[in-house]
Structure formats: structure tokens, C-alpha cells
């Protein structure tokens, strides 16, 4: 948890599609509604890659507990300079 440094655990529900495609053959178009495309090599596909990507994709970037709450605020001490503000004052 970002708050609390506490662990614990969530669940992550995400599907996605991609489409595998011979090296060379990708779309020369980029289009951000299209499936992504992976380009492979030979006859063999890294699909553990293509779902490690997606998965960092889908994981929250700051993690938060349920109920989890921020600390209240500690006053800080007076700085070095805090004097001068009185003087300035006048």
C-alpha cells in the first residue's frame, strides 16, 4: 500500500487480444482502436512476453489498501528564518 506500506493482496480481472504477425508484415498504420500487433520470427511465438506486458500494463501504478487513510499531518517546527518574518512586519 502506498499509504501504509502494508502488504496486501488484490485481484486483477483484465483480458486483451493481440495478434501475432511474421516479421515484416506489421501494419505500417498505427491505430490506437486496433489490436496490437506482435511481429515473430521463425515458427515459434513468446506469448509469456506478450502477457508479462500486458499485465504491467494492467497493475496499478500506486497500490492502495481498502480503508487505508493518510496519516494527519505533523506541524513542522519553526524554521531558522522564522524571526525574520516579524521583523518584516513592522
Same mark, same amino acid.
Given at each position: 500500500?502506498? /499509504?501504509? #506500506? ?7 480481472? %483484465? !483480458?486483451?487480444?493481440?495478434?501475432? /504477425?511474421?516479421?515484416?508484415? %506489421? ?19 513468446? #506469448? *509469456?512476453?506478450?502477457? !508479462?506486458?500486458?499485465? +504491467?500494463?494492467?497493475?496499478? #501504478? ?7 487513510? #493518510?496519516?494527519?499531518?505533523?506541524? +513542522?517546527?519553526? *524554521?531558522?528564518?522564522? *524571526?525574520? *518574518? ?5
Amino acid at each position: 500500500c502506498v /499509504v501504509t #506500506l502494508d502488504e496486501f493482496e488484490a485481484e486483477l480481472t %483484465e !483480458s486483451f487480444t493481440v495478434r501475432f /504477425v511474421p516479421e515484416g508484415a %506489421e501494419s505500417p498504420e498505427i491505430d490506437p482502436e486496433a489490436e496490437d500487433e506482435i511481429p515473430y520470427r521463425g515458427r515459434t511465438i513468446d #506469448l *509469456g512476453e506478450a502477457v !508479462s506486458e500486458q499485465l +504491467a500494463l494492467a497493475l496499478d #501504478l500506486y497500490p492502495r489498501r481498502p480503508g487505508a487513510l #493518510l496519516p494527519e499531518a505533523e506541524a +513542522a517546527p519553526p *524554521g531558522p528564518f522564522a *524571526g525574520l *518574518g516579524a521583523l518584516r512586519r513592522r
